[in-house]
């Protein structure tokens, strides 16, 4: 039987979605989302590919230049299950929905797919060769801080507006549901680490790189407690008086 030629698709090739981690975070990170996906050489071999995640905005950080983004690699290994779904602007988080309505008007009628990746571990980070630790400047904290709680996540949720899948084949959504679902079905593309960043060359790393915290919990606010309570019903008073340990002179 003839081998079929091993022809790339992309699924998604460089389109703005908005990208949140395990749900448990509030946070959200606007981010550009490339998903390619060959069609395999036959029936039984696994179909490469690859999924990456851009921030939509650049992070500063402490002595790389912003031109030199970092991203977010998904190997398609780790990739347990993905599925999607579609629904209206209204019916997606408000978070998201704010985000989406920067690069779209968002109608009521307007239509969102919702793509849920399940990981069996979090994904890599791509970072210039020679960089070993990721601190971001103040005013890019909140960014990074998002950006880092979605590379330490083991599922993600991808909200992408309509129009920016509107060339996109439903088939290619359920043969990539479909492979994900059997092990050892996807595969991932080689990555051309030494090229990258204008030939100075990338290497793949965890979310540990990025040098920011979460910030501390807020402590819930006590009422301060009153020394004495007065009640009054009709004529009668009833007082209550905490005593100090010292004696009350009287006053007259």
């Known amino acids: 039987?003839?081998?079929?030629?091993?022809?790339?698709?992309?699924?998604?090739?460089?389109?703005?979605?908005?990208?949140?981690?395990?749900?448990?975070?509030?946070?959200?990170?606007?981010?550009?989302?490339?998903?390619?996906?060959?069609?395999g050489t036959d029936s039984q071999s696994p179909h490469r590919g690859a999924l990456t995640i851009w921030p939509r905005q650049p992070i500063q950080f402490e002595g790389l230049d912003i031109n030199e983004p970092i991203a977010l690699r998904l190997p398609l290994e780790i990739i347990e299950s993905i599925d999607y779904a579609t629904d209206t602007i209204e019916g997606i988080p408000s978070t998201i929905r704010n985000h989406i309505a920067m690069r779209h008007a968002a109608r009521r009628e307007a239509v969102a797919i919702t793509l849920t990746v399940k990981m069996s571990a979090p994904g890599c980070v791509i970072v210039p060769k020679n960089v070993s630790l990721l601190t971001p400047m103040d005013h890019d904290r909140a960014d990074a801080l998002a950006f880092r709680r979605l590379c330490e996540a083991t599922e993600i949720q991808l909200y992408i507006h309509a129009n920016d899948a509107a060339e996109v084949p439903e088939t290619a959504l359920n043969l990539f549901s479909a492979l994900a679902q059997k092990k050892g079905m996807l595969a991932s593309k080689p990555s051309d680490l030494r090229r990258m960043y204008k030939n100075r060359g990338a290497r793949e790393t965890t979310w540990k790189i990025l040098n920011v915290s979460d910030p501390p919990p807020a402590y819930p606010h006590q009422p301060q407690r009153s020394t004495g309570k007065r009640t009054r019903e009709g004529t009668n008073q009833i007082l209550h008086i905490s005593f100090p340990l010292f004696p009350i002179r009287p006053v007259f």
Not at 12 to 34: I, K, M, W
């Open 1 to 39: 039987m003839p081998r079929r030629k091993n022809i790339p698709t992309a699924i998604f090739h460089e389109r703005f979605a908005v990208a949140q981690g395990n749900e448990t975070y509030g946070d959200c990170c606007p981010c550009t989302l490339s998903l390619l996906l060959d069609q």
